[in-house]
Structures are given as C-alpha cells and as structure tokens.
C-alpha cells in the first residue's frame, strides 16, 4: 500500500488541496489540531469577509460538492466566518472522499525525514517523512507520509504588541487583557469591552473591523472610548484608508471609507508614527509608551499587527525561505507588501514553492509568510499546481492560473507623490512625555 500525502490544516486551503487528491484518487490524510474543519476560521466566525462568495470556494471542491448535492451559496454575498465553515468547509469535509481520511485534534509539532535530521543528506529523497502528533490528551504517535503539504496557517501566530517584532516590556505581563486577532466586541466579548477604554494597534482589514465595531458599541454603551495607533506617518494614511469606490472588492473598499469617516467625526484618536516600546500596569490601567511618549491609560488592548508563520514543526526540514517576507525564496519577490496589493500577485504554483527537501510544500497564508498580501484564490491555485506535481502531472502542474480583483486597499506601491490625508484636530491625541523605565 503506497503512503498517504500529508496535508496539515483543515481550513479553505488544506480541503482544497484534499478535494483535487481525492479527484484523482492519491491518497492522502488530513491532520487538523482542532476540534474540526474551519477551527481557526470559527475563532473568527462573527466577522463577515470582504471577498464574496464566488471568490471564496475552490473549483475542486465545488465539483465534489455539486455532485453531492450542494448548493452554491448567492455569488455576491458576503460570508461571515462562520457561514463558510457551515455552508461550506463543514459540508466540504463531510464528503465520502474526505471524510475517513481526516483526523481531528491531532496537533503537528514536528515533521522530518524519517531517521534523518536535517544534516543528512544520502538517500534523503527516498526517505518518507515522519510527522509526530499530539491529541487533546497529550498522547504523541507518529504518522509516515510520502509527501507533506503544510496549509496550516498563520491565524494562532499573531505577531506582538511590540514594534521590533518581540512583544513589547510588560506585554507578556499585560496578556489578560491583550487580545490578538478579531474580538467579538457585539457578542460575546461585549463585556470585556462596553464603557471601557480601549487601544487598538494595527492598520489592516482586522483593525478596521474592530474600530467600527467598538464605534458601534458606542451607541448602547457610550462611556466606550477608542484610541487608534498605527506604525505609519499621517502623511501616508491615504494608504491605510486604500481604494475607496475604486477598490474591485466592493465591501474591502467600504470599509476604509467608514473608518476615515470615523477618525474625520472624532469618534475615535488616531496616533500616526506610533511604535510600541512598552506596556506598564498602573493603578489607572495600561500605560503604552514608545520610550519617550506615552499614550492615556487604557482597560483593554486590541492588537491586529499582522500575522507570521510558525516554522517550529519544521525545524528538521531543508527549507529555502526569504530572510524577510519569510516566503519562499522564488515566491517573496511576487508578494512582497512593498509591491503588490492582494489584486496584483502575479499566478504562481509549484515552482514559486519549491523548497530544498523534495515533496515538502508551503500552501495557503503561511507560504506567504508575513505579508499580508493573500486571497483564498491564490491558496486555491497554489493546492491545484502542487497536487498535481505531486501525483506526476507536471503538465498541469506548471500551467497556473490566477485571476484576482484588483485593489488599492492592501498594501502597495507608495506613490511617490504621497497626498496626505487631511484630518481635523479632533483626530489625533496630544501625547505626554514619560520616563524610561523597566517594568
């Protein structure tokens, strides 16, 4: 009996790599550490997406789906979280062709060549990899693969507080009232945050959530007050705020638009230039500073800084990763954020993800290690072009595909012009020198 392929993560990308192995009958088994498909997207479930449906589902999945059955969901409306794991990953993962091939709360903490650490290198190609696992109950096993597809994300990899990319003095003494991600501000972590004074760090798509869904808090709890600091200078702001009505994604374009809206009515202060130094525990509550200046203390910190891959597991492996973007070597220059936008990444598949140990592959966000710059689309593409290498259709394999909405939201070229944002006094905040001290 020939070794299963290896996928690790059973979210969008992992399934989908899943759906085009079992349409051409390659065996394979799915290794996902929660407690069923879509776990990291359910710790998001409240939050609608800004891609609609047509730009959410893979070509092989819908086909094994149809087939079954299913119904598409209105092409043109927008998901919650929770809605593509209901409508979709849940109905994608039930399928016979998946279904017994997948295994739930089984945590990858290390893959290898089997015998063979990363030194080794005779006969290392026609070893099989070796995955060990850990369940709920701390039980460890091994699993032996012929291949190994890491689509396992990024989303429980959230970068620090701090701005050198290490958590900030004090924030890991700060963490019970640090979150990192997406709150959900209306439902179950109202309480948390209702009359509360909250610091939201961060300028992307989940830092705008958080803001209009704090400004919304405001109306039924109105002693809630919201401070905003973000790393870039005000004169790029036009940036942050993107593409506005010309954006190709519609509610993407939206939602900057409704956050200057905010900062322009003084709903909320904005701190421009801002990085984070440290994080204080005072009588009042947390005091942030960048070592000179300190902001107003706060109840509650909100971080939405982005994201970055776990490479621990990988540690015994060969891999060729950009020493910046932490990509792919062949596929950092085509994503990286000081270039592209989410609409402008050119196609790429099994080449771009090439890494020195054959038949290991990167899919999905965490190939894009931390830039922001990644489309459920681009994973899609990604698991089609590495599936088919690994079952020997390099033909298929190498003609790639991508066509994505273009955008001026997500992080692109400067514009050397650089208009600046005008904004009125009210939204910005007067800051207070401090000290610098040890925590």
Known sequence: MSLPIAIIGAGPVGLAAAAYLAERGAPFV???AGAQAGAAVLRWS????????????????????????WQMPPADAFPTGAELVERY????????????????RQRVVAVARRGHDRQRGRERQALPFQLTLVDDEGRESLLVARAVIDASGTYLSPNPLGAAGVPAIGE???????????????????ARYANRRVLVAGSGHSAFNTLLDLAQLRATAPETSIIWVVRREAATLDRIFGGGEADALAARGRLGMQIRALVNSGQMMLVTGWQTEQVQQTADGLVVSDGQRALPPVDEIVVCTGLRPDLAMLRELRLALDPVVEAPVALAPLIDPNLHSCGTVPPHGVEELR????????????SYGRAPTFLLLTGYEQARSVTAALCGDWAAARQVNLALPETGVCSGPQDDAGACCSLPAAGFIELRPVSRSCC
Do not use: N
């Open 30 to 32: 799915v290794l996902e």
């Open 46 to 69: 409240h939050v609608q997406m800004f891609t609609p449906w047509r730009y959410c589902v893979d070509q092989a999945a819908v086909r094994l789906l149809a087939a079954a059955g």
């Open 89 to 104: 990953l849940a109905p994608l993962a039930a399928l016979p062709a998946i279904a017994p091939f997948a295994r739930y």
């Open 172 to 190: 890991r003494q700060a963490s019970a009232r640090i979150f990192y991600g997406i709150p959900d501000v209306l439902g179950r972590d109202r």
């Open 355 to 366: 890494h020195p140990e054959p038949d290991f592959y990167l899919i999905g966000m965490k």
